[in-house]
């Protein structure tokens, strides 16, 4: 019952369902060189970034509300919609095989 192993995890909001959840537990979008993409540096391009359960409910959520764009200040077209769909497609193939 050590204090020590309950290490407190920073929170992030997703954008998906807008509930807070450990940081370790979202996606991190960010936008870099033109593009979204996911990223695992904690050393942020400019400090924009945008974060998603790793579930397709809250990645489909936020593609058809647009609240990615939103939440990195997008304004011209961005393969986000693009992106997310892969994505959606790839976590699909991953619940299928495992349940
Ligand atoms: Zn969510």
Redesign the pocket.
Known sequence: MSKEKLRIEPQRT?L??H?S?NKSDLFRLQWVDGEVGFTSSQKGVDGRSAY??K?SV?MQRARDTGIIEKGLRLTSASNTENFLTKQIENLEVIATKVG
């Open positions: 997703c998906g369902c509930s959840a998603l359960h579930n809250c």
